[in-house]
């Protein structure tokens, strides 16, 4: 018996405790993509298993369904992978640890990977479900690498789709339904260093208990970025003492509000008393500043000793604050047109800082609605990078999905959404990514539609999947889908 066999709806609490138990971070796809082929296989069913991974599923249409449009389902395999600073969890090879309290299900110590997990759980159980569910034909397509950059929709063959009609099962806020998504890319800056060895005492300077976050759906929340926590850090202690970098790194995902930080600096015995009093003092500046949505942040800093350590040349040091400075981060800009009103527009997230022996990197994720403003934004970074003699490389540029009023499935969705709960759903675009925005250009004309179960703190070990929520989505899949009789 499993943790959650006693769960309703009991066949997509089933397959989402299978699907748990599968390492499947990004780039790790190849155990749940055999999973999903195999599951095609046992059923007799049409599929395609491509080159990346993706798996495609044919369903034929149950009785009296046969003449109604097709229906493409889709969602992601891949998963992000973070974890608590005490967690051993190696997401290569281990297996989430899930578990359920009142009304939440979680993971121990780690992400728990309803994003997008649930939607994988959602597909299994409907075609497993066989004529007690009807529904006209179904196209169902899941992709891999989806948080890092949609790799696989954007490698996906679609001219085996043959449906004109999609629901994405890629969002967290039950009772939304979304219509439209940012695009982005992922932005990497790069300069070079130069070390030499020096010796005083070394400190370990630490940033964590920050709230962190999906850089797309939260990043109007303007919780603090370890990052950039750390530049200004940084930027404070080289006006008041002196000191060398050795060891810099902060954040685990570019999708994903950075929670933690770290630096090791050498600083001459002399200086030490002061060098732990100023990080006292940013401390109580920053945590004054965050007061309203930080509430446990740490900045704290650890004496290791007297040591020897190979760090960067000053020059090279004053280039990595001053960028680290410099870079914008967070919304840019808010959509200001009426139907959109309140929506981010553009917006970026430094969510990897590393320092190697030979250079030191940013990576970033950068949205937004409108393409001109994703690429001024982009080549505002590659300005700054080249400007102080560093590289600037971009990866994972994928495009946006742009609303359309006369949506045949918004207005049948939201009708069904009303009927079932008596009250209207919440019609808007969100922020974050979606594949709809690549499947969206791949398949137009085509009617685009995603939902999904409430899902809080999703890209953070919060992360947490209301069962009540997954219950009434499931209601409301299926719903739709005996709607769609023509």
Not at 205 to 224: E, F, N, P, Q, T
Not at 253 to 269: K, W
Not at 292 to 314: D, F, Q, R
Not at 340 to 367: P, W, Y
Request: aromatic share 8%; with cysteine.
């Amino acid at each position: 018996m499993g943790k959650l066999s006693e769960l309703e709806p009991r066949k997509v609490f089933e397959f989402f405790e299978e699907i748990s138990g599968i390492p499947r971070g990004s780039g790790n796809m190849e155990g749940i993509s055999s999973y999903l082929e195999n599951f095609a296989k046992d059923r007799g069913l049409e599929h395609v298993r491509d080159e990346l991974n993706n798996v495609f599923i044919k369903v034929p249409a149950t009785k009296g369904y046969e003449d109604s449009p097709a229906v493409l389902l889709q969602g992601h395999m891949d998963m992000v992978c973070e974890k608590t600073s005490q967690s051993r969890h190696d997401f290569k090879k281990d297996g989430i640890d899930i578990d359920h309290m009142d009304n939440e299900i979680f993971a121990r110590g780690t992400t728990l990977g309803a994003d997008d997990g649930i939607a994988l759980a959602y597909i299994l159980a409907l075609i497993d479900s066989g004529e007690e569910t009807p529904h006209p034909s179904l196209e169902c397509l899941f992709t891999t690498d989806e948080e890092t950059g949609m790799e696989g929709v954007k490698g996906f063959d679609f001219s085996s789709v043959s449906a004109r009609n999609v629901i994405n099962l890629d969002s967290e806020d039950e009772g939304v339904i979304y219509v439209s998504c940012a695009g982005g890319l992922r932005g990497t800056l790069r300069i070079p260093v130069k070390r030499f060895d020096v010796s005083g005492i070394m400190y370990n300077v630490v940033i964590s208990g920050l709230h962190g976050g999906h850089s797309g759906d939260m990043i109007d929340r303007y919780y603090a970025n370890a990052i950039i926590i750390m530049g200004r850090l940084l930027h404070f202690l080289s006006t008041k003492t002196a000191f060398h970098i050795s060891k810099l790194q902060g954040g685990l995902m570019d999708n994903a509000i950075p929670r933690e930080a770290n630096c090791r600096l050498i600083v001459s015995p002399a200086h030490s008393k002061d060098f732990e009093m100023l990080i006292e003092e940013f401390e109580k500046t920053i945590k004054n500043e965050f007061s309203a949505n930080e509430k446990n942040m740490m900045i704290y800093c650890e004496c290791l000793g007297e040591s020897t350590e190979n760090v960067v040349k000053p020059r090279l040091q004053s280039r990595m604050i001053f960028l680290m400075n410099t870079v914008p981060d967070g919304v840019q800009n808010m959509c200001v047109d009426e139907k959109q009103k309140g929506l981010v527009k553009t917006s970026l997230n430094f969510g990897i800082m590393r320092l190697r022996d030979d250079h030191f990197t940013l990576e970033a994720s950068l949205r937004s609605s409108v393409s001109s403003e994703k690429y001024a934004l982009s080549d505002k970074l590659k300005f700054l990078a080249e400007g102080i003699g560093g590289t600037y490389e971009v990866k994972g540029d994928y495009p946006a999905w742009e609303y359309n009023e006369d949506s045949k499935l918004m207005k049948l969705s939201s009708d069904i959404y009303k009927e079932l709960f008596g009250y209207n759903p919440v019609i808007k675009g969100i922020h974050a990514g979606l594949e709809c925005g690549v499947i969206y250009h791949a398949l137009k004309p085509v009617d685009v539609i995603s939902f999904g179960p409430q899902i809080n703190g999703a890209h953070t070990p919060k992360e947490k999947l209301s069962i009540t929520s997954v219950q009434k989505t499931w209601d409301f899949f299926l719903r739709i889908l005996e709607n769609m009789k023509q």
